[in-house]
């Protein structure tokens, strides 16, 4: 129920995506993704889903890790119209070791971004010696925060 009202407010233009949040509900409710990059190249990707018509284009080039807002023609029927469009996200980058243990860590902080169409944003910056394979995680929320609709009376119980 909660994702159809979510769909019904981003269709009719009344939900931009948040602009903030508490951090405890974005932890709670953002979509966690991930990925493991093996070399330090050029790498893109998307994790493709059901995202408001919001296609996030991830990308690094070994040194940088950005986000891009996709807007190409082909897949116009498929995104978000607004203009600007609004997103929560952070991103955790982490190396382990042979045990599975964690040897490097680098995580931004919760990032407000507005993102217009074909717009990128640098998310972070890796260290220059950074060996790979890698670990990339993201958490992100498309939405803002449902707010509850006050409670109506409960008319079941009067009795005319």
Known sequence: ??????????????????SSMEH??????????????????RHVWR??????????????DGITLSIKRNNRSEYGQ???????????IR???????????IQYCKETE??????TKGEEYELL????NLEYPIIISANIQYTSPDIPEEKQPDISQVVP
């Open 1 to 18: 129920m909660q994702q159809w009202k979510d769909v019904l407010r981003v269709d009719q233009n009344d939900d931009k995506g948040p």
């Open 24 to 41: 405890q509900f974005f932890l709670h409710n953002s979509l966690r993704c991930g990925r493991v990059l093996k070399v330090k190249e």
């Open 47 to 60: 994790w493709t889903g059901f995202h408001f018509g919001m296609d996030l284009i991830m990308f690094t």
């Open 78 to 88: 498929l995104l978000s119209l607004q203009s600007t469009r609004y997103v929560v």
């Open 91 to 101: 991103v955790t980058v982490a190396k382990l070791n042979e045990q599975g243990q």
């Open 110 to 115: 919760i990032l407000n971004i507005a993102l």
């Open 125 to 128: 910056r890796l260290d220059e």
